[in-house]
Each structure stands twice: as C-alpha cells, then as structure tokens.
C-alpha cells in the first residue's frame, strides 16, 4: 500500500520571480496582481489578517465545516474589524510581487515553455496558485490580529463539541483558516502558516487547484469539482472568480484515495492518505451534486471506499470464512 512516507519531501528549493526572463516574469506579475485586485481577494486576505474568519463571509456558499458550531466567532465577528482594510492596502503598496519565491521546478518549466502553449498557461496558472497561496502566508506571518489577546485564536473546542474532535484530533485548533483536506501541517515546509495559504486559495480562487502530474501539462484540476480549461483560461483572465463546481463539471477525483495512487495533486506531500482509524466520507447515506453530478459518481466512490473498508478489515481481522 503506498503510504505518504513514498512521496516527495517538502522542497526548501524556491526562486525569486523576479529571476524570471522579462517576457515570462511580466506576464506571471500581471496575472498575479489582475487576481489580487479582485473583490475576493481583498477580503480573504483581509480575514487572514484579522486571523479568525468572517462568518456571514465564511458560510456565503462555501463549506464550513472546519469552524467547529462552538466557536465563539460564529455570534461576534460578524464583520472585517475597523483599520484591517486599511493595515491591508499598506501592506500591497509596499509588498513587491517580484520577491515571492515560488517552487523552483515549477518556475524552471514555466520558463522553458513557449508563451501560449497549454504547458505555459499550466504552468502559469499553477503558479499563480502558488503565488496567491504565499502572499496569504506572508499576510499571516504579520502576526497582526487584533484577536492575539481575547481567547478567540487560541479557543480550543469543549469535548461537548463531538463532530469537531472527531475530524480534528491531531489539528492545531489555534489555527481556524483551514480547509479539510489541507491540515496536515507538520509535513508543510512552513508549517500551520500553509493551512492558512490553502485556505485564502479556496477563496480566491474557488478551490486549491490541483494538476494531473503523471503527464506533464494536464490539469488544472479544481479542487471543488472538475478540470479548469487551461487554453481557454489562461491565469491572466481566470473569469469569473471563484471558480466554482457546476453540471459542466463532471470529473471527480476522490480526496480520499492516495494522491500517489491518483497521479492528482500539486504536491505530493499536501494530503495525507486517511489512516485506517480515520473516518471515510464517502460511506455516508447522503450525498450533494457538487460533491458528485450524477448518481453513479456517488455509487463509485461510495464501492471505492467499501473495498478500502474490506482492505482494513482483512489486515485487522485476517480472512473471513
């Protein structure tokens, strides 16, 4: 069985964007600042700074599963707080987008490919991903909360609270801007901060996009549902944001199975596969047409999770007569 221990490393291997040749650093600086200056980005980023999320904000659409029913912050903060917006545009006036350091193998190929092939504007989009991901980081690491002092970051759920300890139990609960998918933290090369980043990318960008890499070029793929058409989308122009799941996107990837296994991910080290003590979705009773279009999706993966179910059983248990 492939375990996480076979994939890649986190790579401390980054460059500077601004070590880029002028034509492909241009066009990746154009695309990053034409997302950045979106509507959602200025209010994800403003969350990040504020350090807890806005709850009108956090559930418009979007799942929010991961702020436990007993967070205090689900009644008081209900709004950005006065002088964020304003700590927020300081930071982008002064902020130099050239700086960012991104994943170097990533960079190398973005750089070798001829501007408007599909693997440039793969590539291109990957690293405005990446890109939204480590500004948010960078936001984060201002440490500039205005809650540091008033329980809400460091509130940690009472054992009452049953759903949340039950998919948290090895989670950092300081930590509340965080995906499902994406807490893992002691593999992440910058720790609990890139929980932060994938979550200002679900925002942002409707999803933390994810690439095929067992063919170079292929992907993206939305995390929320369905691959992102590279030729007609090109990072520049990603339009609307967020992206966002729908009957046009038919293509589901089961976030349970081993990222290995699938060849689907950005990096290789960003899921861990489900221990076997872990609970597994896709044996629920229900099921909604974002998380699977048509009946037999759900059918699929609920047999895939059954087999995995038997897979346990058998290594616990040994063969059953």
């Known amino acids: 069985m492939i375990s996480h221990q076979d994939s890649e490393t986190p790579?401390?291997?980054?460059?500077?964007?601004?070590?880029?040749?002028?034509?492909?650093?241009?066009?990746?600086?154009?695309?990053?600042?034409?997302?950045?200056?979106?509507?959602?980005?200025?209010?994800?980023?403003?969350?990040?700074?504020?350090?807890?999320?806005?709850?009108?904000?956090?559930?418009e659409g979007r799942p929010s599963r991961n702020l436990p029913s007993s967070h205090p912050s689900r009644k008081t903060h209900q709004e950005i707080c006065p002088g964020i917006l304003e700590r927020l545009d300081i930071f982008r006036r002064d902020f130099d987008v050239g700086n960012l350091r991104l994943n170097s193998k990533a960079m190398t190929?973005?750089?070798?490919?001829?501007?408007?092939?599909?693997l440039f504007n793969t590539r291109l989009i990957e690293l405005v991903s990446r890109s939204v991901h480590q500004i948010a980081i960078e936001i984060a690491l201002l440490d500039e909360s205005p809650y540091r002092e008033d329980g809400l970051l460091a509130f940690t759920p009472p054992e009452s609270d049953t759903?949340?300890?039950?998919?948290?139990?090895?989670?950092?609960?300081?930590?509340?801007?965080?995906?499902?998918?994406?807490?893992?933290?002691?593999?992440?090369?910058?720790?609990?901060?890139?929980?932060?980043?994938?979550?200002?990318?679900?925002?942002?960008?409707?999803?933390?996009?994810?690439?095929?890499?067992?063919?170079?070029?292929?992907?993206?793929?939305?995390?929320?549902?369905?691959?992102?058409?590279?030729?007609?989308?090109?990072a520049t122009d990603i339009s609307p944001l967020p992206l966002k799941a729908d009957q046009e996107s038919l293509v589901r990837v089961d976030p349970e199975e081993p990222v290995l296994e699938t060849g689907i991910y950005r990096d290789?080290?960003?899921?861990?596969?489900?221990?076997?003590?872990?609970?597994?979705?896709r044996l629920r009773d229900v099921f909604t047409q974002e998380d699977y279009p048509r009946a037999w999706d759900y059918f699929d993966a609920h047999g895939r999770a059954q087999r995995r179910q038997e897979r346990i059983e058998r290594e616990q248990y040994g063969e059953q007569d």
């Open 11 to 59: 790579s401390p291997l980054s460059r500077r964007i601004r070590t880029l040749t002028e034509h492909h650093r241009d066009i990746l600086i154009h695309a990053i600042e034409n997302i950045c200056n979106t509507d959602e980005a200025r209010i994800t980023f403003a969350q990040v700074l504020d350090g807890v999320p806005v709850v009108p904000l956090l559930d």
């Open 163 to 234: 759903v949340f300890w039950r998919f948290s139990l090895s989670r950092p609960p300081q930590i509340w801007l965080r995906l499902m998918w994406y807490q893992d933290y002691t593999k992440y090369p910058n720790g609990s901060s890139d929980m932060i980043g994938y979550w200002a990318e679900n925002y942002i960008i409707g999803g933390v996009l994810l690439f095929d890499r067992r063919v170079e070029g292929v992907g993206p793929f939305s995390e929320l549902g369905g691959p992102v058409d590279a030729d007609a989308n090109t």
């Open 268 to 281: 290789s080290w960003e899921r861990l596969p489900l221990s076997d003590d872990e609970p597994d979705a």
């Open 109 to 118: 190929v973005y750089q070798s490919a001829a501007p408007g092939s599909r």
